[in-house]
T-cell receptor, first 117, second 115 residues
Framework: GAVVSQHPSRVICKSGTSVKIECRSL??????MFWYRQFPKKSLMLMAT?????????EQGVEKDKFLINHASLTLSTLTVTSAHPEDSSFYIC?????????????FGPGTRLTVT | AQKVTQAQTEISVVEKEDVTLDCVYE???????LFWYKQPPSGELVFLIR??????QNEISGRYSWNFQKSTSSFNFTITASQVVDSAVYFC????????????FGAGTRLFVKA
């Protein structure tokens, strides 16, 4: 089955630093990837849609300068949290849409737990 | 705009009881997909089922069953003879064709199954 990986699975960083999270589709090509964040005991909130070779589309209220998304290849999208602060601590999950599948086929990564101290 | 409502925040049952998790959705699109996901404490989402808007057939998979009713915009999930391993957060989600198939999640229902 289709597999999406995320790296790292956990990261702790100091306030003010930037951290990059990778999302990879391992056995399929993904023209579109989605980034979600999940606060403890809350739902997944869509942050942005990442399209290969073009700029990401951000959901309302998400700071695009804060959360930089790059989708440079058909198998890799990265989310960089710039100048991280404790309130950015969250669980970040990506999903990838199979290029060869029907539109609804999305596969979720295992998530990255970010802690900003 | 698409929206998913899971009114039950937490449900607690005793093992072997049946439990139904409610999901009500809103969409203006005629082509859409509904999903249920399980999120255990590890955090990784586990896909349970997908239903498209043109298929209202109910589905059963082992102890799990789903009731899709377009007339009431509901997609409810029933676990029969619940087990402790069913304890998790369950999310209902909606993906619209008009929205580029981005998936929007409900608030989730936390299910506790006690032995």
């Amino acid at each position: 089955g289709a597999v999406v990986s995320q790296h790292p699975s956990r990261v702790i960083c100091k306030s003010g630093t930037s951290v990059k999270i990778e999302c990879r589709s391992l056995d399929f090509q993904a023209t579109t990837m989605f980034w979600y964040r999940q606060f403890p005991k809350k739902s997944l909130m869509l942050m942005a849609t990442s399209n290969e070779g073009s700029k990401a589309t951000y959901e309302q209220g998400v700071e695009k300068d804060k959360f930089l998304i790059n989708h440079a290849s058909l198998t890799l999208s990265t989310l960089t949290v710039t100048s991280a602060h404790p309130e950015d601590s969250s669980f970040y999950i990506c999903s990838a849409r199979d290029r060869s599948g029907i539109g609804y086929e999305q596969y979720f990564g295992p998530g990255t737990r970010l802690t900003v101290t | 705009a698409q929206k998913v409502t899971q009114a039950q925040t937490e449900i607690s049952v005793v093992e072997k009881e049946d439990v139904t998790l409610d999901c009500v959705y809103e969409t203006r699109d005629t082509t859409y997909y509904l999903f249920w996901y399980k999120q255990p404490p590890s955090g990784e989402l586990v896909f349970l089922i997908r239903r498209n808007s043109f298929d209202e057939q109910n589905e059963i998979s082992g102890r799990y069953s789903w009731n899709f009713q377009k007339s009431t915009s509901s997609f409810n999930f029933t676990i029969t003879a619940s087990q402790v391993v069913d304890s998790a957060v369950y999310f209902c989600a909606l993906s619209e064709a008009a929205g580029g198939f981005k998936t929007i999640f409900g608030a989730g229902t936390r299910l506790f199954v006690k032995a």
